[in-house]
């Protein structure tokens, strides 16, 4: 790659490692699954309005935005919500890496090597280690749902795939028409119209600015800038060149929150991180597709088991 185009994907990876930043911000004022609604519906309108429909069949769309865009974001915002450190969220969510191997061979009937299948246990363990580390300081829960968002990115993955766009920053675009509506339906059923009022009643205030920087961050430079640069990088090189990148990210998420938010990470979540980034690379580098023979869906290439390329990062 030349010099200019390593650039843009370190860029990329740090905007998209600062967004666990932006997301913190936003939790601070909005409720967590009306964020989600409402994040995703500033995306909508003016894809609607102005971007073409991407030519792929609808119910992998639908499957996208279900997957990636209501799933992932439901599970990392409530995680982030109850608590769980936006610096260590950004390491758990690359557990959508293996979580897409193995879902591509139980789905997809992609053939796992035994390189892939030491990946995706090393990965693993690198969960379980930080699972039961999170536990031992606070609860299961918030890192069972950050781990949810991981399955629900895994899934899209497969969704974005499918779909084999021939424009794919438009199905990343148009992924976002999805989980307004049923996420505002379960912030309203499990929120409540009280809560959402008060923080819509309170969003003009001075102490809710940085909320809304936060929002206006994660919709315009996380999704439209660094995922249109992404989805341009992958055009101009080989996957295996562009794709391990995004390996930065957690690295800029965890440094980012230790120097603003002072998060100071036990050495076995750090250790259990460590290994979770091994295994992704481990799996991802293994994962080799194989057509399944009853139909024609695989004239699309593998997933980017490692690689956000169609989608928002966080």
Not at 172 to 190: C, K, Q, R
Not at 225 to 228: K, T
């Given at each position: 790659m030349p010099t200019r185009h390593v650039l843009l994907a370190v860029l990329v990876a740090v905007l998209w490692g600062l967004n666990f930043l932006a997301i913190h911000a936003s939790l601070q004022h909005f409720p967590p699954i009306f964020l989600v609604a409402l994040r995703f519906a500033l995306?909508?309108?003016?894809?609607?309005?102005?971007?073409?429909?991407?030519?792929?069949?609808?119910?992998?769309?639908?499957?996208?935005?279900?997957?990636?865009?209501?799933?992932?974001?439901?599970?990392?915002?409530?995680?982030?919500?109850?608590?769980?450190?936006?610096?260590?969220?950004?390491?758990?969510l690359q557990a959508s890496a293996p979580f897409t191997v193995v879902l591509g061979v139980l789905l997809l009937r992609?053939?796992?090597?035994?390189?892939?299948?030491?990946?995706v246990l090393v990965a693993v363990a690198g969960l379980a280690v930080v699972g039961v580390t999170r536990a031992e300081a606070t609860s299961w829960l918030p890192f069972l749902l950050v781990v949810l968002g991981a399955l629900g990115w895994a899934l899209g993955n497969l969704a974005s795939r499918l779909a084999a766009p021939p424009k794919p920053l438009h199905l990343?675009?148009?992924?976002?028409?999805?989980?307004?509506?049923?996420?505002?339906?379960?912030?309203?059923?499990?929120e409540g119209p009280g809560e959402v009022w008060r923080a819509l009643a309170a969003s003009?205030?001075?102490a809710a600015?940085?909320?809304?920087?936060?929002?206006?961050?994660?919709v315009l430079l996380g999704t439209v800038?660094?995922?249109?640069i992404w989805v341009w990088?992958?055009?101009?090189?080989?996957?295996?060149?562009?794709?391990?990148?995004?390996?930065?990210?957690?690295?800029?998420?965890?440094?980012?929150?230790?120097?603003?938010?002072?998060?100071?990470?036990?050495?076995?979540?750090l250790a259990g991180g460590v290994l979770v980034v091994g295994g992704v690379l481990l799996a991802a580098?293994?994962?080799?597709?194989?057509?399944?023979?009853?139909?024609?869906?695989?004239?699309?290439?593998?997933?980017e088991v490692v690689s956000p390329a169609r989608s928002p990062r966080a």
């Open positions: 995306l909508a309108v003016p894809t609607i309005l102005l971007v073409p429909r991407p030519q792929a069949p609808l119910r992998w769309l639908v499957g996208y935005g279900l997957g990636f865009g209501t799933l992932q974001f439901f599970g990392l915002y409530l995680g982030m919500a109850a608590g769980f450190p936006a610096g260590l969220a950004s390491l758990v992609e053939r796992l090597s035994p390189r892939g299948a030491l990946g990343t675009l148009w992924m976002s028409v999805v989980p307004p509506l049923p996420m505002l339906a379960l912030s309203l059923a499990l003009g205030s001075a600015v940085p909320a809304w920087v936060g929002l206006a961050y994660t800038v660094g995922s249109g990088l992958m055009k101009q090189h080989p996957a295996g060149v562009v794709a391990p990148f995004s390996m930065l990210v957690p690295v800029v998420g965890v440094l980012a929150a230790w120097w603003v938010l002072g998060e100071r990470p036990a050495l076995l979540e580098r293994a994962a080799r597709p194989v057509p399944p023979a009853h139909d024609q869906l695989t004239a699309s290439p593998a997933p």
